[in-house]
């Protein structure tokens, strides 16, 4: 295993690095353009590694040219912050304080994720809300807190040029946006296969269906390719069910999910039992569709091959798909990886049911999910009248 994560620590690095390609002088950024980018904002620290030597952070010095940076010196009771959550920089100055980061354009499509901790840097106790946008689009309205989580925002999106703008905008005169990392990361191009370049991903959440959280500290680069956070959760209305053994590495079918994600699962307690789920979108008023991504794999090893597991999927009581779920003890298989899009929005919540097919001889099951909104970025944000605050 440790000579696993080795070589893929390794590859990691070497698809991080950057790509020497000449940039015009009038640019803030450097002359590379990257694959794969983590930015500490508002570190004093040149670029360094975190600790397993796999993830490189750079200082934001490079892609940015204004403001101030603050190093927070606030101690967690809940949990100690990853290091990029030390350390800020905000913009007490202009309407709009932008990055610009080169991105190797062979990659179109994108994960970006912006973090926020406020920490009271500033002593006042009152954090405050702005804007984020991405090449001039609306990204998402930030609201900062008090709480000692931080705040992530995370979207995909098909980049245009060789750069991406990403931009922190004030709307009333009282507001300092501020941010304390962001991190571009490519995609294979099978991810969200429906993404367009007029359509960009709003990630609402990322779900590991019956594992708890210290299956989280699982989920690491090794595993993760594509950079992705898992939140875990259990289930008490369910079976929460997990696989005795769990391989290293990633899967290699459609979007790569991680072992320790699909050896996880909750199950109904009987087969003609069906699994309801609700998401609920109501602070954005005006969100109309959801982009869903479901994954199935039964992580319990079943040694008689006539018990087999077929799901039906529907969304708002429509009947989209229906699924044929591998085992994990059958190699030959693979997870199942089945895409709803479009999913209206009835109201302000998506209702998923999973219930058995007529074939199927198990309980329904599922291990995790990615729940997306839908953001239509061929118009400038300031013809964006949705609200979406965390």
């Known amino acids: 295993m440790d000579q696993l994560k080795l070589v893929v620590a390794l590859l990691l690095k070497i698809s991080a690095l950057p790509f020497q390609t000449v940039a015009s002088s009038s640019k803030v950024y450097p002359y590379n353009t990257y694959t794969t980018l983590h930015i500490d904002c508002g570190s004093p620290n040149p670029t360094y590694s975190t600790p397993d030597r796999i993830l490189e952070w750079h200082t ?84 900062a807190s008090l709480s000692e989580e931080p705040v992530y925002h995370e979207l995909f999106y098909i980049i245009k040029g060789e750069k991406v703008t990403v931009c922190l905008v004030r709307t009333t005169d009282d507001e300092v946006p501020f941010i304390s990392f962001l991190e571009a990361t490519k995609l294979l191009s099978e991810s969200c296969k429906f993404l367009d370049n007029n359509t960009a991903l709003y990630l609402h959440s990322r779900i590991n269906y019956g594992a708890n959280e210290s299956v989280e500290q699982t989920v690491d680069v090794s595993t993760e390719i594509n950079n992705r956070i898992w939140k875990s959760k259990e289930l008490p209305d369910y079976l929460n069910i997990h696989s005795d053994v769990t391989p290293s590495g990633h899967l290699f079918y459609e979007n790569s999910p991680p072992w320790p994600v699909t050896v996880y699962a909750i199950q109904a307690h009987n087969i003609t039992d069906s699994i309801y789920l609700a998401f609920d979108f109501s602070p954005q008023t005006t969100i109309q569709q959801a982009y869903l991504v479901l994954y199935f794999m039964d992580p319990l090893y079943r040694s008689s091959p006539n018990q087999t597991s077929r799901v039906k999927i529907y969304a708002n009581n429509n009947k989209l798909v229906v699924a044929d779920v591998p085992n994990f003890g059958r190699y030959e298989e693979k997870c199942q990886v089945v895409t709803l899009f479009p999913v209206p929005i009835v109201g302000s919540v998506a209702d998923v049911t999973i219930s058995p097919a007529e074939s199927s001889t198990l309980a329904p099951l599922l291990n995790a999910i990615k729940v997306f909104s839908t953001i239509d970025v061929s118009k400038p944000a300031h013809l964006f009248k949705g609200k979406r605050k965390t």
């Open 60 to 143: 934001d010095q490079d892609f940015i040219k204004s403001e101030k940076n603050q190093i927070i010196k606030i101690l967690l009771t809940k949990h100690t912050l990853i290091q990029t959550m030390n350390t800020l920089r905000f913009f007490p100055k202009g309407n709009k304080n932008c990055y610009n980061l080169p991105l190797f354009t062979q990659y179109k499509k994108f994960l970006f994720r912006a973090g926020f901790y406020y920490g009271n840097y500033d002593g006042l106790s009152k954090p405050l809300s702005f804007r984020l946008e991405i090449d001039g689009k609306f990204w998402a309205n930030v609201t």
